[in-house]
């Protein structure tokens, strides 16, 4: 069969000496930039764009490639440990990885995520080697209509993000959504409330706000209570999941693997949606959704398979169409064309060695990950027990850097701190991040597809219920939101009974 | 005694620092985009052979941002000893002045031109199941239904949309304007057939078009491109006056010593030429220019007025 010879081909490209230790090399700088805060795959692949020239095509990819999902798993490592999200697919982890690490179970939540990344990985590598081509083909269909009504839905779920007061979510969401307003208008390019800042005319970076309002928000609210965080961290128990965790984390996983693989193929931000996606549905399923929020282990389960498959499976439409659904693929766009290589539909084709190596390399970095990171889990553990007034500067410091490294500007490192302030009120005044990163995330691509499906239909509304596509997205976010809606509802009733 | 061994050596290092020759230490390479685009590629490809030839290192700083307007003002902004240069797009160069009411540099009083680095044709392209086949048969269109023809670019000001807006003038024509947020975004809907037509840059589309994804319907050069030898210019296929090319210059803070330049220059026109680099421009589709600073200046003059004419007729300035 096709597949199997292809296969092989692959593993005879990727299980070259040379080729494996460039995996090795580029998960494990992966992992390293990902665990420190704000330091993303992006500069580092920057940086190391001319050093892979002198390499052939395959094993320049095959190590940039293993950057970029090492630094998927080094990210939720300082989300779980120290509540620091480094790439919007993390902030879920942290709701309840965070959490768990508070209640000693911060070696149990590691190994969660690099268990439920691997599963994820491995069945993303399988999918990217059956079923690429058609794939990318259906993710075409996507209009900017169809991708309007997706972000809907995605709002609507961001609903469930929060675990305390309906009203408090629904006022982080529209704050979001009203930060993500901030800079250049796509249609006119006229700068929005950027007041003439030239830092500000392309808004604001998502690493900034989650930086600032979950990082130095959270240092601020420990620095004030001290004492019980300490207490709180004193009794950790058992590293790896007992046998009672790892049942209650497969369903979520399956879950979670199958929301991100089909998510992650959309170029159109699909991946990005994925781990939140698979975090509300999970709370909104599980039997033990009371704990969201407060450290359940599916929580941490579902959204990091999501995150990982959708990582994985966004090489899709960068392999088959030569299209990048973020910038790191961008910039693996860009070592392509420099090694000589149009990424495009004939990649498969005229490179099959680059290719299948590069599929099958990917499910060995994963595997080199999971080896690489059971180990590492006590040794993180170990970290988070260093005293406060040590850690705290340190992770200040990184966090700077990471910050700085974004786009090469005090600017972000200044305005960083003001969202760091921001993080603290909003944790006096119970109200929850996540909800806002979402809106944050979502309003302006939201607004961008809504904008553009209205110039293509000449203004007629009628496009978002005519698609097929949009309109069972849009349907699914009418029955989202009632499901969503009718417990909070009751709830507030019965507590105006009480009173 | 030590003090005055001190000073003396001081004073020693400081006379000899200003006679070592030029450069003695770290060159920044300012890139006012992102990392992994055409601009970006320049600069990476020159760096590595700059650091050979003069022995030191060549750092590129990504500094992004408002069309690369905030790169550039931080070239302005940057001492005129050679230290710190720029490798920049058309916009930064020929288009911003007139699109940005609040601009902090001028593209020719800030900025000492040094060469144009490469240049490559745009292609007028066009989705797969679009029913124009030619530029004519285009044009025809345009003329008969302007309100269901679709332009895709990659951002309202940027160097595409004002090859359709150009485009729009000479041919009496006009369509619907669809911005996008860069290219990328852009030709994904030209592949799926969401939006029908667009001026690209050759590299990011030549794959689609030889895979036979994406329908080519001229190239905006004055020759034919040899990447794509069967395909029209647009002053072939009917339409002339549309010879647009998407640049990429090197240029210095405003004031460059003479020598400095001159060191300069040599070096970044030696590495621009250089075979393993040449080759690989040329692989996509880019062509080498490299040619010398008074040039630049005066294609940079020729390119400014004819986009501020495009912009005023076109009403296209943004506020």
């Given at each position: ?220 609210a420990n620095l004030q209570t001290e ?86 499976a966004s090489f899709i439409p960068m ?67 260093v005293p406060y007034h040590f850690l ?108 | ?319």
């Amino acid at each position: 069969m096709d597949l199997f010879s292809h296969l092989a081909l692959g593993f005879s490209t990727a299980a070259s000496a040379a080729n494996l230790s460039y995996c090795l090399l580029g998960v494990f700088l992966g992992t390293a930039i990902g665990v420190l805060p704000g330091l993303g795959p992006v500069a580092t692949i920057a940086m190391l764009l001319p050093v892979t020239f002198g390499l052939p095509p395959e094993t320049a990819l095959i190590m940039l490639a293993g950057i970029f999902y090492g630094a998927q798993y080094g990210g939720s490592t300082t989300a779980i440990l120290v509540n620091l999200p480094g790439e919007s697919s993390s902030v879920v982890t942290a709701l309840d990885g965070y959490q768990m690490a508070r209640q000693g179970r911060a070696g149990t939540a590691l190994a969660t995520a690099a268990i439920a990344s691997f599963f994820a990985g491995t069945v993303c590598t399988f999918l990217i080697a059956l079923a690429a081509p058609p794939l990318s083909e259906v993710a075409l269909k996507f209009g900017p209509a169809d991708y309007f009504s997706l972000m809907v839905l995605g709002l609507v779920a961001s609903i469930v993000l929060a675990s305390g007061s309906l009203l408090h979510a629904l006022g982080m969401i529209i704050l979001g959504l009203l930060l993500g307003l901030i800079g250049t208008d796509v249609n006119s390019g006229l700068p929005r409330f950027s007041f003439d800042l030239p830092e500000l005319s392309d808004g604001i970076n998502f690493v900034v706000v989650a930086m600032g309002v979950f990082g130095l928000g959270e240092i601020i609210a420990n620095l004030q209570t001290e004492k019980t965080r300490s207490v709180a961290l004193a009794r950790i128990t058992g590293l790896m999941p007992s046998r009672d965790d790892l049942k209650r984390i497969i369903a979520p996983i399956l879950r979670g693997t199958a929301l991100g693989s089909s998510l992650g193929i959309l170029p159109g931000g699909g991946a990005m949606l994925s781990s939140f996606a698979a975090y509300s549905l999970e709370k909104k399923t599980s039997k033990n959704s009371a704990q969201f929020g407060k450290g359940a282990i599916e929580g941490v389960a579902a959204p990091e398979a999501a995150n990982n498959a959708g990582a994985q499976a966004s090489f899709i439409p960068m392999l088959t169409l030569g299209i990048p659904s973020n910038p790191v693929m961008a910039l693996m766009i860009g070592a392509l064309i420099m090694h000589g290589i149009q990424p495009g539909p004939q990649v498969m084709v005229e490179q099959p060695a680059l290719f299948w190596g590069l599929v099958v390399s990917m499910w060995i970095g994963n595997l080199f990950l999971l080896i690489l990171n059971l180990p590492l889990i006590g040794l993180w553990v170990k970290m988070i027990s260093v005293p406060y007034h040590f850690l705290y500067p340190a992770i200040l410091v990184f966090c700077g850097i990471g910050v700085f490294s974004l786009s090469n500007t005090s600017f972000d490192v200044f305005m960083m701190a003001g969202f760091g302030v921001l993080g603290y009120v909003f944790r006096k005044l119970d109200c929850e991040p996540a909800p806002m990163m979402l809106g944050f995330i979502l309003g302006p691509m939201m607004e961008e597809y809504l904008r553009r499906a209205m110039l293509m239909s000449k203004g007629n509304a009628m496009v978002l219920v005519t698609r097929p596509i949009s309109a069972t997205l849009l349907a699914v976010s009418a029955v989202a939101l009632v499901v969503v809606l009718l417990p909070a509802l009751r709830k507030k009733r019965e507590e105006a009974f009480k009173d | 005694m030590k003090k005055l061994i001190t000073a003396v050596a001081l004073a020693v290092g400081l006379v000899a620092q200003a006679h070592a020759a030029y450069p003695d230490k770290a060159v920044t390479i300012i890139v006012p985009f992102p990392p992994g685009g055409s601009t970006d590629m320049v600069a990476r490809a020159i760096a590595p052979k700059l650091q050979q030839s003069l022995g030191q290192p060549f750092v590129i700083d990504n500094r992004a941002g408002a069309t690369g307007a905030i790169g550039a003002t931080a070239v302005k902004n940057a001492a005129p000893d050679g230290y710190t240069f720029m490798v920049a797009s058309i916009g930064v160069f020929a288009v911003n002045p007139f699109i940005q009411k609040k601009l902090q540099y001028d593209p020719v009083k800030d900025l000492d031109p040094i060469t144009v680095a490469v240049r490559a044709p745009n292609v007028l392209v066009a989705s797969p199941g679009f029913p124009a086949n030619t530029v004519a048969e285009l044009v025809a269109l345009l003329k008969k239904t302007p309100e269901k023809i679709t332009f895709a670019t990659s951002g309202a000001g940027s160097s595409d949309h004002l090859t359709a807006a150009l485009f729009w003038q000479k041919t009496g024509t006009t369509g619907v304007h669809v911005p996008y947020k860069g290219g990328a975004p852009a030709i994904t809907d030209l592949l799926a057939g969401h939006a029908d037509v667009s001026f690209q840059n050759i590299n990011a589309v030549i794959a689609h078009i030889k895979a036979g994804k994406l329908k080519v319907l001229a190239v905006t050069g004055d020759k034919r491109s040899p990447l794509l030898p069967q395909v029209p210019t647009l002053g072939e296929a009917g339409v002339p006056d549309v010879n647009v090319f998407s640049w990429q210059g090197i240029a210095a803070p405003k004031g460059l010593p003479a020598e400095v330049k001159q060191k300069l220059h040599a070096a970044i026109v030696a590495a621009l030429n250089d075979p393993e680099n040449r080759k690989r421009m040329e692989d996509i589709g880019f062509e080498i220019v490299a040619n010398t600073p008074e040039q630049m200046a005066q294609f940079q003059a020729q390119e400014l007025a004819r986009w501020k004419q495009v912009i005023e007729v076109g009403k296209i300035a943004l506020d």
